[in-house]
């Protein structure tokens, strides 16, 4: 069988008992339980849902536990329902057996009660708490004569008279002191005070000052507030307990209206982004950082205090420039200008840059490039020339043998060779190279505008008489790694370092170094010690 397949809904009417599935009907003709009042049609659904049984309404108005029915609602044991001339109660209630009683309020003989004994007043939409007002006077309506003697009917209708009011009396306020004697008294420590405190689904509910009156059980205590979230919580009143609640109503946002002179803005707050300016914004109540910012425009960062509950605020924000212009000339006309790397266009030209300081770079074909930095001042025009270009830098590419010499132009130094070298135009140059145990170089160059010059250096040694000898003779001789012979020996080595070996079997080897000065021989002395 199915999960709902045992279910049902046992209701009993005036007419007798019946038995139905689990879904249901109920309201004027057509609907499977008729109430009277109600349109033809469907006025409210009984459906299970997972074991719970849930009412639903439709068009016709519903009351539930004296509330408008809205939207679907679980139902549970004495849960009452008022559609048209009838009650529904919700007599019990399982995950299977749904019992329902349903009581017609008209077409039924009824007496008529002794007397009025308080009246009920309700707000305008029934959502109010109850207050029973009780009136001044009971009057009891007289007795009917009957066939008896004159005497005795006067005598027994005053002894009666004597007795049945006190005994209405009593009777009608019995029940009063009953319930009296099972309300709970219940603390409530709301903020703000002022707030209205409501008990949704309860019944009798009597507030005292910052107490509530409620009988034993669960309630649901809600409190209100224009310009607040409303706040709720549920409790259970006990006979033996100390009872009381606690509820904190929240400020709802304020609106902020923000105007920035017609500049589209985003707004962010304490770092969250809100919204776009201009316009009206919903902010949180407190005290907040407020930041706007656009495009081009520096932030506007303020502090702000939102009073919320819904109050307008007004804030101006005047929006500084974070941008300025470039208005760039050349000569001649037609020159590429690029700033901080990007292409800005082809002089005469005028280009947007944000404040700060930029890199401006002018270049035409068969011109030297110009490059220089400006600092740029937000919301200004800042003009750059007429800047005119030169004749093109010659270009040398320089090479040396041995390679890594020093290449000095005009005694700046320009890198070690092999090395490429712009030399500017119209003028000739002096180019040294130089390096350690070498003669330097020296070269005359004339830089014709844009030509490209090649010069290879061969760099003449400075030698030095460099002699090595010692004990034991006949030692292999190795000089910067490279077999030399036996000693004693002499050569004529370059004017820089070198590393001296001498070697021989059955003694341990001897390492050096020996760096030779022009003009001044050198001599290495060793002495190899026997091998262990």
Request: hydrophobic letters at 40%.
């Given at each position: 069988?199915?999960?709902?397949?045992?279910?049902?809904?046992?209701?009993?009417?005036?007419?007798?008992?019946?038995?139905?599935?689990?879904?249901?009907?109920?309201?004027?003709?057509?609907a499977?339980?008729?109430?009277?009042?109600?349109?033809?049609?469907?006025?409210?659904?009984?459906?299970?849902?997972?074991?719970?049984?849930?009412?639903?309404?439709?068009?016709?108005?519903?009351?539930?536990?004296?509330?408008?029915?809205?939207?679907?609602?679980?139902?549970?044991?004495?849960d009452?329902?008022a559609l048209?001339?009838?009650?529904?109660?919700?007599?019990?209630?399982?995950?299977?057996?749904?019992?329902?009683?349903?009581?017609?309020?008209v077409?039924?003989?009824?007496v008529a009660?002794?007397?009025?004994?308080?009246?009920?007043?309700?707000?305008?939409?029934?959502?109010?708490?109850?207050?029973?007002?009780?009136?001044?006077?009971?009057?009891?309506?007289?007795?009917?004569?009957?066939?008896?003697p004159?005497?005795?009917?006067?005598?027994?209708?005053?002894?009666r008279q004597r007795?049945?009011?006190?005994?209405?009396?009593v009777?009608?306020?019995?029940?009063?002191?009953?319930?009296?004697?099972l309300?709970?008294?219940v603390?409530v420590?709301?903020?703000?005070?002022d707030?209205?405190?409501?008990?949704?689904?309860t019944?009798?509910?009597?507030?005292?000052?910052?107490?509530?009156?409620?009988?034993p059980?669960?309630?649901?205590?809600r409190?209100?507030?224009?310009?607040?979230?409303?706040?709720?919580?549920?409790?259970?009143?006990?006979?033996?307990d100390?009872?009381?609640?606690?509820?904190?109503?929240?400020?709802?946002?304020?609106?902020?209206?923000?105007?920035?002179?017609?500049?589209?803005?985003?707004?962010?707050?304490?770092?969250?982004?809100?919204?776009?300016?201009?316009g009206?914004?919903?902010?949180?109540?407190?005290?907040?950082?407020?930041?706007?910012?656009?495009?081009?425009r520096?932030?506007?960062?303020?502090?702000?205090?939102?009073a919320?509950?819904g109050?307008?605020?007004?804030?101006?924000?005047?929006l500084?420039?974070?941008?300025?212009?470039?208005?760039?000339?050349?000569i001649?006309?037609?020159?590429?200008?690029?700033?901080?790397?990007?292409?800005?266009?082809?002089?005469?030209?005028?280009?947007?840059?944000?404040?700060?300081?930029?890199?401006?770079?002018i270049?035409?074909?068969?011109?030297?490039?110009?490059?220089?930095?400006?600092?740029?001042?937000?919301?200004?025009?800042?003009?750059?020339?007429?800047?005119?270009?030169?004749?093109?830098?010659?270009?040398?590419?320089?090479?040396s043998?041995?390679?890594?010499?020093?290449?000095?132009?005009?005694?700046?130094?320009?890198?070690?060779?092999?090395?490429e070298?712009?030399?500017?135009?119209?003028?000739a140059?002096q180019?040294?190279?130089?390096?350690?145990?070498?003669k330097?170089?020296?070269?005359?160059?004339?830089?014709?505008?844009g030509?490209?010059?090649?010069?290879?250096?061969?760099?003449?040694?400075?030698?030095?008489?460099?002699?090595?000898?010692?004990?034991?003779?006949?030692?292999?001789?190795?000089?910067?790694?490279?077999?030399?012979?036996?000693?004693p020996?002499?050569f004529?080595?370059?004017?820089?370092?070198?590393?001296?070996?001498?070697?021989?079997?059955?003694?341990?080897?001897?390492?050096?170094?020996?760096?030779?000065?022009?003009?001044?021989?050198r001599?290495?002395?060793?002495?190899?010690?026997?091998a262990?």
């Amino acid at each position: 069988m199915g999960p709902g397949a045992y279910a049902q809904v046992r209701v009993r009417e005036p007419v007798g008992e019946r038995v139905l599935g689990e879904t249901i009907t109920i309201g004027g003709v057509g609907a499977q339980i008729v109430v009277p009042g109600v349109e033809p049609g469907t006025a409210l659904l009984i459906e299970r849902h997972k074991g719970v049984w849930v009412v639903e309404p439709s068009a016709a108005p519903v009351r539930f536990n004296g509330r408008r029915l809205t939207t679907a609602r679980d139902l549970r044991r004495d849960d009452t329902l008022a559609l048209g001339d009838a009650q529904i109660v919700v007599a019990d209630v399982s995950r299977t057996l749904l019992r329902l009683n349903v009581c017609h309020l008209v077409d039924n003989a009824t007496v008529a009660p002794a007397a009025t004994v308080a009246t009920l007043t309700l707000g305008d939409d029934g959502d109010e708490d109850i207050e029973i007002h009780p009136l001044g006077t009971l009057r009891v309506p007289p007795l009917a004569k009957t066939g008896a003697p004159e005497s005795h009917t006067s005598v027994g209708s005053g002894i009666r008279q004597r007795w049945l009011i006190p005994a209405v009396v009593v009777a009608a306020l019995m029940p009063v002191a009953i319930v009296a004697s099972l309300l709970q008294t219940v603390s409530v420590d709301m903020s703000p005070a002022d707030a209205r405190v409501l008990t949704p689904g309860t019944l009798l509910s009597i507030r005292s000052g910052n107490s509530l009156l409620l009988l034993p059980g669960k309630h649901r205590v809600r409190a209100e507030r224009n310009g607040y979230i409303a706040a709720q919580t549920d409790i259970v009143v006990r006979t033996d307990d100390v009872n009381g609640v606690r509820l904190r109503l929240e400020k709802l946002p304020g609106r902020l209206r923000v105007d920035t002179n017609g500049i589209a803005a985003t707004v962010s707050v304490d770092g969250v982004e809100v919204g776009h300016a201009p316009g009206l914004l919903s902010i949180p109540a407190g005290q907040r950082t407020l930041m706007i910012s656009a495009p081009r425009r520096l932030d506007y960062i303020a502090s702000i205090s939102v009073a919320g509950a819904g109050e307008l605020q007004e804030l101006k924000a005047a929006l500084q420039p974070s941008w300025g212009a470039l208005k760039v000339l050349s000569i001649p006309d037609g020159a590429h200008v690029s700033v901080d790397g990007e292409e800005g266009g082809v002089a005469p030209v005028t280009i947007d840059a944000p404040a700060g300081v930029r890199r401006i770079r002018i270049a035409a074909t068969g011109w030297k490039t110009w490059e220089s930095s400006v600092v740029l001042k937000a919301g200004e025009t800042l003009a750059v020339g007429p800047v005119t270009l030169g004749q093109p830098d010659a270009h040398l590419t320089l090479r040396s043998n041995p390679a890594g010499a020093d290449a000095t132009v005009a005694g700046t130094h320009l890198g070690r060779t092999p090395t490429e070298i712009d030399l500017p135009a119209g003028i000739a140059h002096q180019v040294v190279l130089s390096a350690p145990g070498y003669k330097n170089w020296i070269q005359a160059v004339f830089a014709d505008p844009g030509r490209k010059l090649t010069l290879v250096a061969h760099l003449e040694p400075v030698l030095v008489r460099v002699s090595v000898q010692g004990d034991p003779a006949d030692a292999e001789l190795l000089i910067d790694g490279v077999a030399r012979g036996q000693t004693p020996q002499s050569f004529s080595l370059p004017a820089t370092e070198h590393r001296i070996e001498i070697r021989k079997q059955g003694f341990l080897p001897f390492k050096g170094t020996v760096r030779p000065e022009a003009g001044l021989d050198r001599t290495v002395q060793y002495h190899l010690t026997s091998a262990p």
